[in-house]
């Protein structure tokens, strides 16, 4: 294998702009696209990320959004690997759970919005993270099966709580005890109260 990778990613991309241009099949454009960036994240991510948003967007036009939130969760990655860029991580993440969301696709929804929760917290963008954590663990704490998991995401914003002012965190452990009884008696809620 020559390893041309850019010269690859350029052929994908001609491939795709003449599928474009003929008016041929989206899905066949969406993918010549998503095989350029394919070739050139090896080489170069934001040539890679430029053809997952293209990718991105036809999938949108064609009403696949759950493509469409997948490639935004690529780029997403891309930017926390390859070329770190918090912001955009945020970015990307939360756009991907707004597209899953609308899919009805809570589980990967979450999954973004976790990530979106702890760049917030990293970036200091205590609100924002608290807001996050909060919409996850309360449908966590409604849901049968999932309401075991909801002390972490409360722990979370919590710990967020303590970085603005302690108050406001013995304000929000009461609302989360009230929201979750069974979060009153586990170790995350003792650790908070001391």
């Known amino acids: 294998m020559a390893k041309l990778w850019k010269e690859a990613g350029d052929a994908f991309v001609r491939a795709a702009e003449l599928h474009g241009s003929k008016g041929d099949s989206k899905h066949d454009c969406?993918?010549?696209?998503a095989e350029a960036a394919n070739c050139y994240r090896k080489i170069n991510p934001q040539l890679a990320v430029d053809c997952l948003l293209k990718t991105s967007e036809i999938y949108t036009d064609m009403g696949r959004f759950n493509m469409a939130a997948k490639n935004h969760v690529t780029i997403a990655e891309l930017f926390e690997s390859e070329c770190p860029d918090t912001e955009q991580c945020i970015q990307h993440y939360q756009k991907a759970a707004d597209y899953y969301k609308g899919e009805e696709a809570k589980s990967s929804a979450t999954k973004c919005l976790i990530k979106v929760a702890q760049y917030a917290a990293q970036l200091e963008q205590y609100q924002k993270a608290i807001s996050v954590f909060e919409e996850i663990a309360m449908?966590?704490?409604?849901h049968p099966t999932l309401k075991y998991a909801a002390k972490n995401?409360?722990?979370?914003s919590l710990l967020c709580y303590l970085c603005i002012d302690p108050l406001d965190a013995q304000h929000a452990l009461k609302r989360y005890e009230d929201a979750s009884p069974s979060f009153t008696d586990t170790r995350e809620a003792k650790f908070i109260k001391v």
């Open 153 to 156: 995401h409360f722990f979370q």
């Open 30 to 33: 969406a993918s010549q696209y």
């Open 139 to 142: 449908w966590e704490a409604d």
